[in-house]
């Protein structure tokens, strides 16, 4: 099955620096890749996701970029601010038959 | 307006009982899971139901058995609970096994 690896585990940036979170996945069929963000006593909510016919996809400060020949994918957040910080997940899936979880990175954005 | 709920948000038991979790989506979504987070944040998939039938059984112990009355409902019932059975549960829906998914707000569970 689908093994997704995510690093680091544990990131602290100052506010209005850039933030990134990087995940690899082992199985070439994987084509969609979301990833979530999950605050403090809540469930994750999407933030942003990616097909694998598509390189980069941005939504405002947030940022996807996929590479499918070294199968890795990354979240680029920039200009933190201290609502960002938060557990977040990548996840990679086979048309969405089966979702496979990174093991979260946990985001703290000092003031 | 509130998309994926459950039921109860807090659940303190006593090893050995049977406990229900309930979830509801008001989305139409087809598709609803049941995922089990633990202590280290992990977020592992348990069951997975398309239009009321099962679709995924990940390794769980036959311990815990999904039902599905109506495709707008996933509950999960747990027999005889353990200590290890202490976690977050998350009921999730998504519109078709092809789309992303929409997450509950969590069942946290805690085995005396």
């Known amino acids: 099955g689908e093994n997704v690896e995510q690093h680091p585990s544990t990131l602290s940036v100052q506010e209005g620096d850039s933030a990134v979170i990087k995940c690899t996945y082992s199985d070439s069929a994987s084509n969609y890749f979301p990833w979530y963000k999950q605050e403090l006593g809540k469930g994750p909510q999407l933030i942003i996701d990616?097909?694998?016919?598509?390189g980069e996809k941005k939504d405002q400060r947030i940022a996807v970029t996929l590479n499918k020949t070294a199968k890795h994918f990354s979240l680029h957040i920039t200009e933190t601010q201290p609502e960002d910080s938060a557990v977040y997940f990548c996840a990679a899936s086979i048309f969405g038959n089966q979702f496979y979880f990174g093991t979260g990175t946990s985001l703290t954005v000092i003031p | 307006d509130t998309a994926v709920s459950q039921t109860p948000k807090y659940l303190v038991t006593q090893m050995g009982n049977d406990k229900s979790i309930k979830c509801e989506q008001n989305l139409g979504h087809d598709t609803m899971y049941w995922y089990k987070q633990d202590s280290k944040k992990f977020l592992k998939i348990m069951f997975s139901y398309n239009n009321k039938e099962l679709i995924i059984n990940e390794t769980v112990p036959n311990r815990f058995s999904p039902k599905s009355p109506d495709k707008a409902h996933l509950n999960l019932h747990i027999n005889s609970l353990e200590l290890g059975d202490s976690a977050v549960y998350f009921c999730?829906?998504?519109?078709?096994?092809?789309?992303?998914?929409?997450f509950g707000p969590g069942t946290r569970l805690t085995v005396l």
């Open positions: 990616i097909r694998s016919n598509v």
């Open positions: 999730a829906s998504s519109p078709a096994t092809r789309d992303t998914q929409y």
